[in-house]
Nanobody, 129 residues
Framework: QLELVESGGGSVQAGGSLRLSCTASGYTVSRFCMGWFRQAPGKEREGVAAISSVYGSTSYADSVKGRFTISQDKAKRMLFLQMNSLKPEDTATYYC??????????????????????WGQGTQVTVSS
């Protein structure tokens, strides 16, 4: 069983930065796709960024390209999301997710259970204007 725990959320003003972290325990992450997702009140969960732990390839939602960067430290079993130039519309609960069913060259930013089977509890990010 894999456990994911997010941290690093908080409140910032527009234009500011935050770095989210996700710690994985209980399982090796070397075969995983890992990703960050977010959900704002009243909206569906959406993908933010994903990374292949095997190939290192990354994928981003158009809304965050050029502002957010996903990275990982496999030795420490950690996933990161560096968020710069934050906007009020980035306000949401951010979730870390992982999957070990398939080795994918490109990991999906689709939060469907088809692609991700493990989820963290989320960390809140609030961006004020």
């Amino acid at each position: 069983q894999l456990e994911l725990v997010e941290s690093g959320g908080g409140s910032v003003q527009a234009g500011g930065s935050l770095r989210l972290s996700c710690t994985a325990s209980g399982y090796t992450v070397s075969r995983f796709c890992m990703g960050w997702f977010r959900q704002a009140p009243g909206k569906e969960r959406e993908g933010v960024a994903a990374i292949s732990s095997v190939y290192g390839s990354t994928s981003y939602a158009d809304s965050v390209k050029g502002r957010f960067t996903i990275s990982q430290d496999k030795a420490k079993r950690m996933l990161f999301l560096q968020m710069n130039s934050l906007k009020p519309e980035d306000t949401a609960t951010y979730y870390c997710a992982a999957d070990d069913r398939y080795v994918r060259r490109t990991c999906a930013t689709d939060p469907s259970p088809r692609y991700y089977s493990y989820w963290g509890q989320g960390t809140q990010v609030t961006v004020s204007s």
